[in-house]
């Protein structure tokens, strides 16, 4: 009896260092470029470790993907103000993208999903990035009612509102190996995703003022 419970937990515990490994992994090289037996080395698990957990390479990135905390992002401080509560979320947001001593993976993943599309895509879609637009274009609503501007501005403007928002956060993942080549000096610090996130916020809300003025 000891020596079975001792084997489920020891099972137990290989699962989760796989799916820690891998997350590590698919978010720093993408789906083609990780492979399992460096997941497995990173796990210190048995080369055969995720066909008998996971039952394939695939199965394992279905699993390694909850996207739970950027779920709770989006329920948090409802009661704010739309522009108090997208100011917040963005803050987060960029720093679950960024922020190199408390990593996202899941958020790097969907990352890079949307340069290097891989099998779980849909999975992603579906999971993630759907409910991150509606949120999204949800408060840009808000926001255009607040300003006056709602009735008149469509929903193709408020879903381009929504891509302009994401594509501003997205390009600081995307291209930071560029801008690190053009500014030595920048780091992405606590203090650095801040303010990069309140220029965001910023931007994105006189853009949003200005659409409602002149519609």
Do not use: W
Not at 3 to 24: C, G, H, I
Not at 71 to 95: C, G, H, T, Y
Not at 169 to 197: G, M, N, W
Request: hydrophobic content about 40%; proline content about 4%.
């Amino acid at each position: 009896m000891m020596e079975a419970a001792e084997a489920r937990t020891a099972s137990v515990q290989t699962r989760a260092r796989l799916l820690d490994a891998a997350r590590e992994v698919f978010s720093q090289r993408g789906f083609q470029g990780a492979t399992v037996r460096e997941i497995c080395r990173r796990a210190e698990a048995n080369g055969a470790a995720v066909n008998y957990h996971f039952g394939s390479k695939d199965g394992l990135l279905a699993e390694a993907l909850n996207f739970a905390p950027l779920a709770a992002l989006q329920k948090v401080n409802a009661s704010e103000s739309p522009k108090v509560r997208l100011r917040l979320f963005i803050r987060d947001f960029m720093l679950m993208l960024l922020d190199e001593k408390n990593p996202s993976s899941q958020c790097r993943i969907l990352a890079r999903e949307l340069v290097d599309p891989t099998p779980a895509l849909d999975k992603i879609v579906r999971e993630a990035i759907a409910p991150l637009h509606e949120f999204l274009g949800k408060l840009v609503r808000e926001i255009l009612d607040d300003s006056g501007g709602g009735e008149k501005a469509g929903a193709t403007e408020q879903r381009r509102c929504v891509y302009s928002i994401l594509g501003q956060c997205l390009f600081y993942r995307h291209s930071h190996p560029v801008l690190q080549r053009l500014h030595p000096t920048l780091h992405y610090d606590h203090k650095e995703i801040e303010a990069i996130a309140g220029h965001i916020v910023d931007f994105s809300l006189a853009g949003i003022k200005h659409l409602a003025k002149n519609r």
